[in-house]
């Protein structure tokens, strides 16, 4: 019998996953067939990480146009893109960076990583993973098709409009149904023992986050349905094409913007323990801390936002803005002292996990001074700021997974020298790339508008926030360089555990471990010692 | 010749209960989640705007258009009789009593369908248009629209769990998929009571 298939609260203590490598699932077949039919829970994975990547270049080439734009703020509507073209830039961009890279690569490495975390051999329903994927994949590219055909918000093809509109609803549900694979692995198919108290903190993540983003996406559903009926039959009663984007601004701002994130801590959580060479400290206050950042970044109340924009300023969202740094802080104390009780050696993985974390905290202080009503941030560049720190922390954790995960996802090592470069140059460029926009907010700069009142200072820290979205762009290459150097030597053995790490996923066969803490294969260590 | 021996019978214990994941059971409830929310946020949006029309002293309801709430009130009536024939479906095969179980599926999978006629046809005889200035035309259509291919998608559910236990799947030690298909059908007759509420009772 499958381990998979045992009930999570059966009586028996001892893992006993299941011995095909297969887990259970037909063999596969190889070449283009086996690609395209494939239940595997890794394949879909990755399929996941590599076509999201792509889409990493999209959003990050547009942005970095639009921030060459920017340098000269007075010229921002006229020049290069066009004035045609800018709303639907910014629009693609954003878009791009969210809907089809951010979300769908936790989603890939949820689907990757998570199965293994709780010691089962398979997703929960990988026929709807696989699907999830494809329409992802078909969703996404007909997305960046509507707007090459004018479309998309602000387009002047209404067909475009149209098209965009329903492509991004495939996507939207695509989305949902990757998210609700891995809840439900992570709920149904954890080996005995492992209670929801002792589950890796990444599995945890990713359990929160996937609740808060199907329940986001549901809503975003809806709406993206409304807009589609109400243009296909021209009526534009919710707006025109210009107003499309003001539906769908909810899900870049915060709170929402947090929820991106939200699988950032779980990585770090995962992370800091076996490079620490050390126990998770405090390991109830990080499943609380995760669960707390969670709830606090569900944003779904304020999607109607544009139409009462004193909602911005409302008690309620002002404390959801200061709040979401509470639960941030606790779990950064979990991690110092976890750091502290240790014996921290600096490998890539850690440097990762530490710089996403600090962007991550600053991209929720950013987002407290931006909901202080004195300061007028709400509608200048800070927006940008808040979405481009807490972006760049799920960029930061995403890469970092790739590098600490990398016999489940890539089966080869990445260079290390290569990758440290890569955490400092990411680290870098994200800062350079948010920390100007907050000063440029407080001196008035509009987000993404005609702007004509340009202040001085302004177009030197467009400038710098320019260097910062390069910087990134080079820290992506670099990491695709890693990649290829790495794919193109020989595959070095039955690398299953590099790190020593604590949890399931570092063993192919978990039988005779004993799931009595969240550090199962510490425990086991510790006990043969 | 084999003799069967007393111990055989009375010592043996009972046979292990089938591995049950309940996969099917979590997976259900979040996409059912996801589906709440849709119309939660719809729902939300007719509220508002609604509110503002009326605030500005304008007719939210266009006069050409008639609700007649009889036929929504037997669909309203309908929904609930069909849940407590899949709660009877459950109990049958709980009971392992085939028969009954797959007549009550069937009832249930039929009111449903029936339910999916009446709002249907109810279309040709209110009156509403997309071509409404104040968006109470499309508003109604999408989120009535959207309920009907939730309900459809309801009643392959149930059709699809009828025929898992027409080839055995679902007994009396495994009823998971018939409770799944109950949750699903739970939400969309909530989600139609909220509907009926505030579309076609409060208008």
Redesign the interface.
């Known amino acids: 019998?499958?381990m998979?298939?045992?009930?999570p609260d059966a009586e028996t203590e001892t893992a006993t996953p299941d011995p095909s490598p297969t887990g259970g699932l037909p063999r596969p077949t190889g070449g283009l067939a086996g690609l395209l039919g494939t239940g595997r829970h890794r394949s879909i994975g990755r399929l996941w990480v590599g076509t999201s990547l792509v889409f990493l270049v999209v959003s990050g080439g547009i942005g970095a146009a639009l921030g060459a734009e920017r340098i000269k703020p007075e010229t921002y509507n006229n020049a290069g893109l066009g004035k045609d073209t800018l709303g639907q830039a910014l629009s693609l961009h954003g878009v791009a960076g969210v809907f089809l890279f951010a979300l769908p690569i936790l989603i890939g490495l949820g689907t990757i990583v998570v199965p293994r975390q709780v010691g089962a051999h398979t997703i929960?329903?990988p026929r709807?993973a696989a699907a999830a994927y494809w329409a992802y994949l078909i969703g996404g590219s007909i997305v960046v098709v509507s707007y090459l055909i004018n479309g998309g918000p602000d387009g002047g093809s209404q067909n475009g409009v149209d098209l965009f509109l329903a492509s991004l609803a495939m996507v939207v549900v695509a989305l949902?149904l990757g998210?609700?694979?891995i809840?439900?692995t992570v709920?149904?198919?954890r080996v005995p023992g492992m209670t929801l108290a002792r589950v890796p903190l990444f599995a945890w993540s990713m359990l929160v986050a996937?609740?808060i983003w199907?329940?986001?996406?549901?809503?975003l559903?809806?709406?993206l349905?409304?807009l589609y009926?109400?243009h296909r039959?021209r009526?534009f009663?919710?707006g025109p094409n210009v107003q499309i984007d003001e539906w769908l601004r909810w899900t870049v701002t915060q709170p929402q913007v947090y929820a991106f994130a939200i699988p950032v801590l779980g990585f770090v959580g995962d992370v800091v323990p076996v490079f620490g060479r050390t126990r998770a400290r405090l390991y109830g206050v990080q499943l609380a801390a995760i669960g707390a950042f969670a709830a606090l970044s569900f944003g779904?109340w304020t999607?109607?936002q544009f139409?009462h924009p004193q909602m911005t300023q409302q008690a309620l969202y002002v404390a959801a803005g200061f709040a979401v740094l509470l639960p941030l802080l606790a779990f950064t104390g979990a991690v110092v002292e976890t750091l502290r009780g240790g014996r921290p050696r600096l490998s890539s993985p850690l440097l990762f996990a530490i710089s996403a974390l600090l962007m991550l905290l600053a991209g929720a202080a950013a987002g407290a001074l931006r909901v202080v009503e004195p300061f007028h941030l709400v509608g200048s560049t800070a927006d940008s700021s808040v979405i481009h720190y807490v972006l760049g922390a799920t960029a930061i954790a995403a890469v970092g997974a790739i590098h600490y995960w990398w016999p489940h996802v890539l089966t080869r090592p990445l260079q290390e020298g290569l990758a440290r470069l890569t955490a400092l140059v990411l680290l870098l460029g994200v800062i350079l790339l948010s920390l100007p926009d907050i000063v440029s907010g407080l001196l008035d700069q509009p987000e993404g508008s005609l702007y004509t009142d340009v202040r001085d200072g302004v177009a030197a820290l467009n400038g710098a926030s320019f260097a910062g979205g390069l910087l990134v762009l080079l820290a992506v290459l670099l990491f695709v360089l890693n990649l290829a150097v790495s794919m193109a030597r020989d595959a070095e053995g039955d690398a299953v555990d590099p790190w020593s790490g604590h949890t399931l996923e570092w063993v192919t066969d978990a039988t005779g471990i004993t799931v009595s803490s969240p550090s199962p294969l510490l425990d086991r260590d510790e006990g043969e010692a | 010749m084999a003799v069967a021996l007393a111990s055989d019978a009375i010592g043996a214990p009972p046979p292990a209960p089938p591995?049950?994941?309940?996969?099917l059971l979590?997976?259900t409830t979040?996409?059912c989640?996801?589906?709440?929310?849709?119309?939660?946020?719809?729902l939300?949006?007719y509220a508002?705007l609604r509110a503002s029309v009326v605030r500005d002293g304008g007719t939210w309801i266009p006069e050409e258009v008639e609700i007649d709430l009889t036929p929504f009130n037997v669909a309203l009536a309908g929904l609930i009789i069909s849940i407590v024939i899949l709660h009877w479906a459950l109990y049958a095969v709980g009971n392992d009593d085939r028969p009954r179980a797959y007549l009550a599926l069937g009832l249930t999978a039929l009111l449903g369908a029936s339910y999916i006629n009446s709002i249907a046809f109810s279309y040709t005889q209110m009156g509403f248009t997309?071509?409404?200035?104040?968006?109470v035309g499309?508003?109604v259509?999408?989120i009535t629209g959207?309920h009907l291919a939730m309900a459809g998608a309801g009643v392959i559910f149930i059709a699809l769990m009828a025929f898992r236990t027409l080839g055995g799947q679902y007994s009396a030690r495994d009823r998971e998929g018939i409770v799944a298909a109950l949750i699903y059908w739970y939400v969309t007759v909530a989600v139609y009571a909220v509907i009926w509420f505030t579309i076609f009772v409060t208008k």
């Open positions: 019998m499958a998979t298939e045992t009930r929960a329903f709807a949902m998210s609700i694979c809840a439900t709920l149904t198919f996937t609740t199907v329940v986001s996406l549901g809503l559903f809806g709406i349905v409304l009926v109400d039959h009526m009663v919710f779904a999607f109607l139409r | 591995a049950r994941p309940r996969a979590v997976g979040f996409a989640a996801g589906f709440a929310m849709a119309f939660a946020g719809l939300g949006l508002e997309v071509n409404d200035p104040t968006g499309i508003l259509y999408v959207m």
